[in-house]
Nanobody, 115 residues
C-alpha cells in the first residue's frame, strides 16, 4: 500500500506563499487522481485541488488563481503552490490519492495564515 507524507506547512502572514509537498512511498504513476484537501477547525474537510493522471486539474473556487497543483511521477511527489494566502486558508492540508476504488490519505500538514 502506498503511503503519503505531507510537508511544507507552517505559519505565514497573509499575502505570503507556501509550497506543500506530498511524497508517496511508491509509484504514483498509476494513481488516477491525486489531490489536496483541507480541514479548518470545526469544519468539514473540503477539496482544494486535484490533478488527474493526464494532468488535467480542478480547483475550489476559493483558491482559483492563487493555488497551483502539480505532480512529478518520476519522484512520486505532488505539490501545491499556494500564493496570496489568506487567513481563511488556515487549516490542516491533506494529500489524497485515488486508484479505482482505493483511496489513500496522508496524515496532514498544518497551514496557519495570520492576518
Amino acid at each position: 500500500q502506498v503511503q503519503l507524507v505531507e510537508s511544507g506547512g507552517g505559519l505565514v502572514q497573509a499575502g505570503g506563499s507556501l509550497r506543500l509537498s506530498c511524497a508517496a512511498s511508491g509509484s504514483i504513476f498509476s494513481m488516477n487522481v491525486m489531490g489536496w484537501y483541507r480541514q479548518a477547525l470545526g469544519s468539514q474537510r473540503e477539496l482544494v485541488a486535484v490533478i488527474a493522471s493526464g494532468r488535467s486539474t480542478n480547483y475550489a473556487d476559493s483558491v482559483k488563481g492563487r493555488f497551483t497543483i502539480s505532480r512529478d511521477n518520476f519522484i512520486n511527489t505532488v505539490y501545491l503552490q499556494m500564493n496570496s494566502l489568506k487567513p481563511e486558508d488556515t487549516g490542516v492540508y491533506y494529500c489524497n490519492a485515488v486508484r479505482g476504488t482505493t483511496i489513500i490519505w496522508g496524515q496532514g500538514t498544518q497551514v496557519t495564515v495570520s492576518s
